[in-house]
């Protein structure tokens, strides 16, 4: 599998609403190792997130995803939040 190429620079954006983002690793012999390493920065710290995790975003937080490498096996991404409509403002 490829690595997706790491950004100079991650896209911030943020919401009026609480958000979860989910990384779940595909492996189900394994199901805590996330089969790759993903770059998120919250406000601005930046992580390296290599386990199945669910991370909770306040509103107004900045946040974003950037490179994605090591990848070994499908991820399952996903996001939500208890909004009826998607809103964001890029930071």
């Not at 991650?10 to 805590?32: A, C, K, S, T, V």
């Given at each position: 599998?490829?690595d997706?190429?790491?950004?100079p620079?991650?896209n911030?954006?943020?919401?009026?609403?609480?958000?979860y983002?989910?990384?779940m690793?595909g492996d189900p012999?394994?199901?805590?190792d996330l089969g790759c390493?993903?770059?998120?920065?919250?406000?601005?710290?930046i992580?390296i997130l290599?386990?199945?995790?669910l991370?909770?975003?306040?509103a107004?937080v900045?946040?974003?995803?950037?490179a994605?490498?090591n990848?070994?096996?499908?991820?399952?991404c996903?996001?939500?939040?208890?909004?009826?409509?998607?809103?964001?403002?890029?930071?």
């Amino acid at each position: 599998m490829k690595d997706i190429p790491r950004r100079p620079e991650i896209n911030l954006r943020r919401h009026d609403f609480d958000e979860y983002l989910g990384f779940m690793g595909g492996d189900p012999d394994n199901p805590m190792d996330l089969g790759c390493e993903v770059e998120v920065q919250v406000d601005d710290d930046i992580m390296i997130l290599r386990k199945t995790c669910l991370l909770y975003i306040p509103a107004g937080v900045k946040h974003g995803i950037g490179a994605v490498t090591n990848l070994t096996r499908p991820v399952l991404c996903y996001s939500g939040g208890p909004n009826v409509a998607y809103s964001t403002t890029e930071v």
